[in-house]
């Protein structure tokens, strides 16, 4: 609509904005509430969310309104689908220890992990499969249909009420006890910052529309495929640690895999070719997958039970809301320096974030589980 890279950029910022801001104070309520219902008011407010994207996108709605209104109306919908993320993420993570036995939680976290990676994979290339047969007003009322599934599979779940105790501390020294734990758990802490700056600098993905369009120049089925690639490869690592888990120095591995995953950003970057950019994205998404996994699985086998809510909530200040600035960082670079240059220079960021890590962090270089 705007054909300014930017837009995408403060999309992420719409987004981040109030997902850092409440992330604290969400992980305090999802340790002290029933999760199930954090997560049902959660998803149900992502349908609304849905819902008024798709009004904004029928003609009828952009024949009453000037396009600078409908954009930031989307700007507005995005800033409060990251309220719902701040407590919709740590909810979600805290809840899989609820429903699953402890000597089953490391395999768990890697099929969770999988299932999350597979509903992106066919998520984002339906997405652009929809566009390209009905159009994008059609592809939101299939988007609200899936939502209206996942809110039907939460409702038959138990309830999952808060540990006991967990309501004995106020608020404020409730966050403090969940940030001190992050920071004096060397192991947790590297990963969590590792995962941070590596999504921060390599949000390459954040691109792909402005690649598709100016400089591949592809149409909706290809971009569907290339805005999935990263996905399919993470869901295919996956399924690999799933069967064949890692079995010792998981840590090194994980920085290693960084490391190839901002090589892998520096040559998307400058390729022209749509089958080198599928393929470099679809191996930088295997890389990711690994990283991921390690993460996921390091906070799920060092956090206590009573205080999941709050390190996921710092999890996912640390990783989730990355992602959005990761969005704003690449924009806002792609409109400075230019799309191409500002892409290597977020790989070349990437990797020196590996090397500087993998020195001062010894304890993430040597952490086997």
Sequence with gaps: MTKDPASIGYIGLAEVIPALSLA?????????????????????GYLLAAIVLYSLSTKSLQS??????????????????GILRSFVGPSFSAIIANIVP??????ATTWSQGMWLSASVTGHALGGFLIAIIGISHTFLVICGFILVGYIFLYYLKPKPPRVGNKEQGGWESIKEGLRFVFKTKALLAAMSLDMFAVLFGGAVALIPVFATDILKIGAMQYGLLNAASDIGAI??????????????QGKKMLIAVGGFGVCIILFGLSKWFLLSFVVLLISGMLDGISVVVRGTVMQLLTPDHMRGRVGSVS???????????YFESGMMAKWMGVIPSVVFGGCMTLTVVITTWFK?????????
Aim: hydrophobic share 50%; glycine share 4%; aromatic share 14%.
């Design 24 to 44: 604290l104070y969400s992980g305090h309520r999802v340790d002290i509430k029933d999760k199930r219902i954090l997560l049902l008011r959660g998803v149900f």
């Design 102 to 107: 402890k000597n089953l939680l490391q395999n």
């Design 316 to 326: 996912s200040m640390f990783v989730n809301s990355s992602n959005e600035l990761g």
């Design 361 to 369: 962090a010894p304890t993430l270089r040597k952490f086997s589980y």
């Design 64 to 81: 009453l309104l000037h396009t600078n209104h409908i954009t930031w109306f989307i700007y507005i919908v995005f800033f409060i689908t």
């Design 236 to 249: 295919i690592i996956v399924i690999i640690l799933t069967l064949w888990p890692m079995k010792k120095a």
